[in-house]
């Protein structure tokens, strides 16, 4: 899925597969937004073929350059936040900056993907599913063809290898998670913080596992300064004037 | 000549610290932080002894370098423990405050304290833009409106409405008002012409800081014309000038520590965003342009022993034309207490009734 124009911010998605957000339309104004479908997940055919984490991460940037796309934004979603750290650490000159959404590459012990009735699911995903009016349920298909593939290469809740390899990843990096995720604790965003030597990290107030549907605004527009301004994000460009 | 002592609390780590601005607040040491400020007070009772007439506070956030990210509560806190010597709050930053509350708490102070509560408000450093994101481009006029404002709210007796650029209030009337009348002492501390301008205009008082005598004394040439324009002469006692100082028993051992003094300030932001803030956050000294300090140690004014530094004192007076010296007296850029307390036995001793007639 492809829209807007300008430099391309790829996205790979969460577990639960590719799920269009406000907040890809609100970027899609200021970036050419390329949300892809892994493969193995939604209507493609079950993946067999990739066993591991590092190996999703180098067909997608095979992927990635066969769209003609040299270098890019990357954005990754939960357990695509993991693809998205894998792939920077194999083409970090590929990759201008990395915004990882609530990502799953490290987790609280016994952190679990989310499961049970649509319900359920919902509850975990979103701070207030009730106010998001209706949200297609997974197809019980798609999961369960999904799930081997997400268990096989979710990887340990703290993978070492990949953690040593974070201290040496330049990228600049911005990491989201919001204040009511039950899905990765929050407080795991504060271990990049400590491995990445380019790290930003960032609260999103009363936003759930999927910030980008709870908080669409919020999420958009602090990505999407982030990404023109990297580390000179802190300073602040708001303008105060009430009346001239 | 008055004297200030300018308090940073001496945070002593028991760890090596990242040299990054900010500081990650984890690495904060409790047992360390709750000894800083209760020797905090014992050395400023030793500072009130020694004749001292101020003892001054600053707001800096995010580091341990200066542990007083609420100066009104350091000095209410200090205001409580001492009872002659005057606090001076140099200052709140007015553009990432409400100035309301600025003017509430410093009248609150001012009351509690008894009148010691002299007032300083500035802009505040680059680095604190990014405390409370604050725009650095809109950074000078907040501060203007900022201070207009609070001087508005110490005198207008009666409820009025504030309609600013970025300050909107309908309804303002503070309590308690200040002790002082009309305000406590207030200076618009820095080199900028418009703060000279804000200062001149207000009649108040002129606060420099750090920069060489000669280009400090270019602010406040340019304060004190303004004040002609405005139709009064401001006294000595209208000029503070706040400055490191390198005080030992002899030059040599001054000059030695002096080379020893390390060149880039102890805490900085990231390269890539030090280079960004340069670029929009524009300073002057009395209108010429000068960058931000991002990077470098503060210069230090004053080296020597005490017959020296009692000339350059004498100096000073004639080119900055300062009528109180607001100093750090430590090494700058040391964390360790003692050389700090000789320093200041030194300076009570030798140097201070030296420069009282300056």
């Not at chain 2, 200066?66 to 606090?87: D, E, H, Q």
């Amino acid at each position: 899925m492809e829209a807007g124009q300008g430099v391309p911010l790829v996205h790979f998605h969460g577990a639960g597969g590719l799920r269009l957000t406000p907040a890809h339309e609100l970027l899609s104004s200021r970036f050419r937004v390329v949300a892809f479908e892994m493969p193995g997940f939604g209507d493609s055919p079950e993946n067999k073929r990739t066993q591991t984490m590092p190996e999703l991460a180098s067909t997608m940037g095979w992927a990635i350059n066969k769209l003609g796309i040299d270098t890019f934004n990357l954005m990754g979603t939960s357990f695509g936040g993991k693809t998205a750290l894998w792939l920077a650490l194999q083409s970090p000159q590929n990759v201008h900056a990395l915004v990882l959404e609530a990502p799953a590459a490290i987790r609280q012990p016994g952190a679990a993907s989310p499961a049970g009735t649509p319900e359920e699911i919902a509850r975990l995903l979103y701070a207030h599913p009730e106010r998001l009016g209706s949200i297609p349920p997974p197809d019980p298909a798609v999961r369960a063809k999904t799930q081997p593939l997400v268990q096989r290469l979710r990887g340990p809740d703290r993978d070492a290898d990949l953690e040593a390899r974070l201290q040496e990843l330049p990228t600049p990096t911005l990491v989201l998670f919001g204040t009511l995720d039950r899905v990765i604790a929050p407080a795991m965003g504060r271990v990049y913080k400590d491995l990445l030597p380019s790290c930003h990290l960032v609260f999103v107030y009363d936003a759930g596992h999927a910030i980008g549907t709870d908080r669409p605004e919020a999420f958009a527009e602090v990505v999407a300064d982030f990404l023109e301004r990297r580390e000179a994000f802190v300073i602040s460009r708001t303008e105060t004037v009430i009346h001239p | 000549m008055k004297v200030s002592f300018f308090e940073t609390v001496r945070y002593r780590a028991p760890q090596a610290l990242p040299s990054e601005w900010p500081v990650p607040s984890g690495i904060y040491d409790r047992d360390a932080g709750a000894r800083a400020y209760e020797d905090m007070i014992q050395r400023l009772e030793y500072v009130e002894e020694l004749g001292f007439d101020w003892v001054s506070v600053s707001e800096h956030h995010y580091s341990p370098r200066i542990l007083t990210p609420s100066p009104i509560v350091s000095a209410a806190f200090i205001a409580a423990r001492l009872k002659r010597i005057k606090i001076a709050l140099l200052g709140p930053i007015v553009p990432q405050s409400n100035p309301v509350r600025v003017a509430e708490e410093l009248a609150m102070l001012d009351n509690m304290a008894q009148g010691r509560l002299v007032a300083g408000l500035l802009r505040g450093t680059s680095n604190e833009s990014l405390t409370y994101d604050l725009n650095p481009a809109e950074a000078r006029e907040r501060t203007d409106e900022g201070m207009e404002l609070i001087l508005k709210a110490w005198t207008e007796p009666q409820p009025f409405g504030w309609q600013g650029r970025h300050f909107k209030y309908r309804t303002i009337s503070i309590w308690p008002r200040p002790l002082q009348q009309p305000h406590p002492p207030t200076f618009a501390l820095g080199t900028s012409r418009e703060s000279c301008e804000f200062a001149a205009r207000h009649h108040l008082g002129c606060g420099v800081s750090y920069g060489s005598f000669e280009s400090v004394g270019r602010a406040t040439k340019y304060y004190r014309e303004q004040c002609a324009q405005y139709g009064w002469q401001p006294t000595a006692d209208h000029i503070v000038y706040r400055a490191n100082m390198l005080l030992a028993d002899t030059d040599e051992e001054a000059q030695d520590q002096f080379k020893k003094l390390p060149t880039q300030a102890p805490f900085s932001m990231r390269p890539a965003v030090r280079e960004a803030m340069t670029a929009v956050d524009a300073r002057n000294i009395a209108g010429e342009a000068r960058p931000p300090i991002t990077i470098g140690a503060l210069p230090t004014a004053f080296v020597g022993g005490p017959d020296t530094v009692v000339e350059q004192v004498r100096r000073c007076k004639e080119v900055v034309g300062a009528g109180v010296l607001d100093l750090s007296l430590h090494p700058p850029g040391s964390r360790d207490v003692e050389p700090l307390m000789r320093s200041l036995e030194l300076f009570g001793k030798k140097v201070l009734p030296r420069i009282r007639e300056i």
